[in-house]
């Protein structure tokens, strides 16, 4: 049985990574905006452990988790939680840029740092939900891509610097998910939002399950997941 520290699990691919975890009988500690986030994420995942660290700030995370009982050893950090802001370059203002890029790429970072001793113990495995668009951008998508293309390269040094000591790390780059930040975009496109047309939380945890499981004497480093129709 492995431990595993998630973030995002209260909804969308976060969740359905929990589900599938708690179903094979993990342990799991779930990271929690607030109180009342992880009392609800407790509720959700009986026998979850929880934390409660706020990635959109990140400089108050190390003085947050050293008041909290951590996991001994972590097999794998989660990376699941994001945020999302559409608008043009002549748009964003700096607070749309600073929030973005706390919790997309900051956070993370700061998270990681945090729990390195607990990842290197266990030799652990570290997956970074990214996105299409930490690959492409595209127009009214420069604050959310450019956090992403920054997640891949904080990722790509990681597992560099990290192979010595035999911690794993794959990025993931979902496209369109059907998730609640999947219908905040399309409200924000002004387009009517069908769950339908996109990829299932559920298909997107099945690759991260993939490559959590695949044998030690390799690693999956990129994965990119498209909607088939």
Do not use: C
Not at 77 to 88: D, N, R, T, W
Not at 116 to 130: C, S, T
Request: hydrophobic fraction near 45%.
């Amino acid at each position: 049985m492995g431990t595993h520290v998630i973030t995002g699990a209260g909804s969308g691919i976060g969740a359905a990574v929990a589900e599938r975890l708690s179903e094979r009988g993990e342990e799991l500690w779930l990271l929690a905006r607030n109180a009342g986030r992880a009392k609800e994420l407790a509720e959700r995942f009986p026998g979850a452990r929880t934390l409660v660290g706020d990635l959109a700030e990140p400089e108050r995370l190390s003085w947050a988790l050293s008041h909290q009982e951590l996991p001994q050893r972590v097999d794998s950090l989660l990376h699941v939680a994001g945020v999302v802001e559409l608008g043009g370059i002549g748009e964003l203002t700096p607070k749309i840029w600073n929030a973005t890029l706390a919790v997309n790429l900051v956070g993370p970072a700061e998270l990681t740092r945090l729990l390195l001793p607990q990842l290197r113990l266990a030799r652990g495995h570290v997956v970074f939900v990214n996105s299409g668009a930490g690959l492409d951008a595209h127009a009214d998508w420069g604050a959310y891509a450019a956090s992403k293309h920054g997640l891949k390269a904080l990722a790509d040094s990681l597992r560099a610097e990290e192979k010595a000591n035999g911690v794993r790390v794959t990025s993931v780059y979902p496209g369109r998910t059907a998730t609640p930040m999947q219908a905040k975009v399309h409200r924000q496109e002004g387009r009517a939002y069908d769950p339908e047309r996109w990829i299932a939380p559920g298909s997107v945890a099945t690759t991260i399950l993939t490559a959590l499981d695949l044998p030690a004497d390799a690693e999956i480093t990129d994965l990119r997941v498209r909607p088939s129709a």
